[in-house]
């Protein structure tokens, strides 16, 4: 049924372009491709993953899957992206959390491991406050001039 696609010669310059990570010269090439196979629906999943469409590229992962579910590389690339997707979800999920409980919601990485305040809303107020000058010192601003 699909014979044909795997020898078109816009398929293979496509694979070809895959193999030299030219993912969106393949994702384009493979849009021009009209005969859709799981092989088709795989390579454009990983092109469209690689410049960024990952919804899409999950969508055609999931679709060759479903064309030819007993294909190991299909179900470990669908495999591989949920765990990519999941990890990012929770790390994400982790700093935020962090973020909105750290020191009234300040964000700075520098007070991460040195807060040695131990309820001294003096020693607080400070920590804050260079904190606030590190994080402005590090887009090239000086909340507190040192002289």
């Known amino acids: 049924m699909y014979s044909n696609t795997y020898n078109n010669d816009s398929f293979i310059k496509a694979r070809n372009l895959m193999e030299i990570k030219e993912f969106q010269g393949a994702y384009d090439l493979l849009k021009t491709i009209s005969d859709r196979c799981a092989k088709w629906y795989y390579m454009t ?3 469209a993953m690689n410049i960024g469409y990952y919804e899409e590229g999950e969508d055609f992962i999931k679709k060759a899957e479903s064309m030819e579910p ?3 590389e299909f179900k470990e690339a ?3 992206f949920s765990r990519h997707r999941d990890d990012y979800r929770d790390r994400s999920y ?3 959390r962090r973020r909105r409980s750290d020191l009234d919601g300040c964000c700075c990485c520098c007070c991460d491991d040195c807060c ?3 309820g001294d809303d003096c020693c607080e107020d400070c920590t804050k406050l260079w904190c606030l000058d590190s994080c402005c010192e590090c887009f090239g601003g000086d909340l507190v001039s040192c002289f």
């Open 78 to 80: 669908l495999s591989s």
């Open 45 to 47: 999943g990983i092109s």
């Open 70 to 72: 007993d294909n190991s």
């Open 94 to 96: 982790r700093y935020n």
């Open 116 to 118: 040695c305040c131990c």
